[in-house]
C-alpha cells in the first residue's frame, strides 16, 4: 500500500487519545532514540511507570503538566507500507475549535471510547464534527478494555451504538488497551474473539478516496497576469477537475465565456493541467476577469445565500447584527449570520453575503465548500463554515446578461497599453455612447 493518509484523533477526555497515538509510534519505530529516553526521564519523575506514552505527543507545557492535550500534535511517521500524517486532537469541550482544525483534513477519523465509561456528550461531538468535515471512515477504538477483563459484550455494546452515531459511515471497531498494546501494532491473545485487523494493519490498508481530479472543474482566480500588453493570464492553483487547450471556461459571477489558448507554468507550457496543480491560463478573449472570480466548465451554484454549519471559535459571541469578513476561495465578501453561537458551539446557520459567491457543498468539494468568517474589527479567525445547501436556487445559471454600458468601459480600460491609451479609449466611447 502507498500513498499518504491523513489520521485524527477524537474522542472525550481521558479516554487515551496521546496514551494510544505514543504507543503507535513508539511501538512502529517512529521515535528517536533521544525521545525515548526522554520520555522515560519524564515518566520516572512522574511516577507514572517505565514509560509514559502521552508525553510523546503533549508536547506543551501546561500539557504536561496537566495530563491534558491542549493543541493540536502533529505527527509525521512512516512504515514499509504507508506514510502518515496524524493529528492528536484535544478532548475538553473548550477546545472543540482545535478538534475541527486537526479534523478539517483527516482521511480517517479514530474515535476513541473509554470501555469502562462508554460513550460521552463529547464522544458523539467530535463524531458529529468529524462526520460534518467530511471523513467517510472510521476507527472506532473502545480502549482501556484490560480495566473490564477484555469483555466482548461491553465492546459490542458501545459498537451498537456507534452504528447509529455513524450511520452511514465506514467504522471498523476495535477493542484495544493502549497502556498494553493490544490490538494496537499486532493482534491480541487477550481477545481471542475478534476477528478484525489491529489499527496499524487497519491504518495501512484502508483505502480512502480523495481525488480531486474526478471533480468538476474549479480555478478560483488569484491573481490577473499582465507583464506585458500581449500577455494577459489569470494565476491561481486548480481547486478540482481537470483543464486542456481547447476547453471552454465561464467565469463567474458574470457568467462571460471563453476558450482556454495556453497553460502555462513555471516549468513551461502544458496541453494538460489537473488539480492541484498551479497554473496561469490564458483564454482567447480577453473577458473581465479579476481575482475572486472563479472559472468552470460546468455552472456551479451562484449565490448570496446559503445554509452552512459553523464552528464558532471566537470568545466573543456571534452577532447577527454585526457584519462579517468571509473568506471564501480567493474572494473577501461581507455577510450576515443567522443567530448567535457561543465559542466551540456548532450550529446550522443561514449565511447572507453582500456579493455572489461561487460555491459547491462541502460534501462534494471541500474547497468551494468551505469558508471562514474573519472578524473585521481584530481579524480574528472567528468562524470555519462547510455549506450544506443553498437557500434558493440561484445556479445553474443559464443565461447571461448582455454587456452593460459600464462593463465596456472597464474592458476597454483593461485592454488598453497604457493610462494614456485607456483614458483615450473611455473618452471615445462615452462620446459614443451620448451621441
Known sequence: MSGLLRICTAGSVDDGKSTLIGRLLHDSQSVYEDQVHSVKAAS??????????????????????????IDVAYRYFATARRKFILADTPGHEQYTRNMATGASTADVAILLVDAQQGVKVQSRRHARIASLLGIKDFVLAVNKMDLVDFDREIFEGITDEFEEILAGANFHAIPMSALGGDNVITKSDRTPWFNGSSLLDFLETVQVTRDLTALPFRFPVQLVMRPDREFRGYAGQIASGSVRIGDRLTTWPSGRSAHVKRIVTYDGELDLAYAPMSVTLVLDDEIDISRGDTLTAEPPHVGTQFEAEVVWMDERPLDPARVYLLKHTTRTVTAEVSHALLMNQIATVTVSTARPLVFDKYETNRITGSFILVDPATQFTAGAGMITNPVRDDAPVAAVAPVSAAERLALMARRAGSDAEAVEAVRKALEELLT
Open 44 to 69: 520516572k519523575n512522574r511516577g507514572v511507570g517505565v514509560i509514559d506514552f502521552s508525553l510523546f505527543t503533549d508536547g506543551l507545557k501546561a500539557e504536561r503538566e496537566q495530563g491534558i492535550t
